[in-house]
């Protein structure tokens, strides 16, 4: 309980970074800013659209469209090809993934953190991700994957 507290802690401050992140207004490129996502949660698409709501830090990459959606991947890995694996002994790598009607449909909150899992830098723009995951308060596990897409995702911080 208190580690999952604590790794909920950990996102929404970094996720408070990255929502501030980038911005149409301070984007040092003269790149898109937007960016295209898919999401899938037990072989279903939960989420899938082009949003303005990018974020891009170091190795953790963000997609939102307000309150309905948001996922949040860390330790994306800075090179194209490049591969991240993660699992309950390696906690630096996660995948957060929240929103409403996600895989419930009563309109609640609903917060899925990855337990096992792979990020990858498939080109300098575009990450694709997958793994297991479960629900906060929750040991039912389910599958994800997804991708993000965006020009944002060249800005180098190094």
Not at 128 to 149: I, K, Q, R, Y
Request: hydrophobic share 35%; glycine share 8%.
């Amino acid at each position: 309980m208190k580690k999952s507290i604590l790794k909920l802690a950990i996102l929404l401050s970094a996720f408070a970074v990255l929502a501030t992140a980038c911005s149409k207004n301070d984007d040092p490129t003269n790149e898109k800013t937007e960016g295209k996502y898919t999401v899938k949660m037990d072989g279903k698409t939960i989420a899938t659209g082009t949003t303005t709501e990018v974020g891009w830090l170091e190795t953790a990459a963000s997609m939102s469209e307000g309150d309905n959606f948001t996922v949040l991947v860390s330790s994306v890995p800075e090179q194209t090809g490049g591969v991240y694996t993660f699992d309950a002994s390696n906690t630096t790598g996660t995948v957060s993934i929240m929103g409403k009607n996600l895989l419930l449909t009563n309109d609640s909150d609903e917060l899925y953190f990855s337990v096992t899992g792979s990020v990858t830098r498939v080109s300098e723009t575009k990450i694709s991700f997958e793994g297991t995951c479960t629900a906060l308060m929750s040991t039912e596990t389910h599958t994800f994957s997804g991708t993000l897409e965006s020009d944002v995702f060249k800005i180098n911080y190094n």
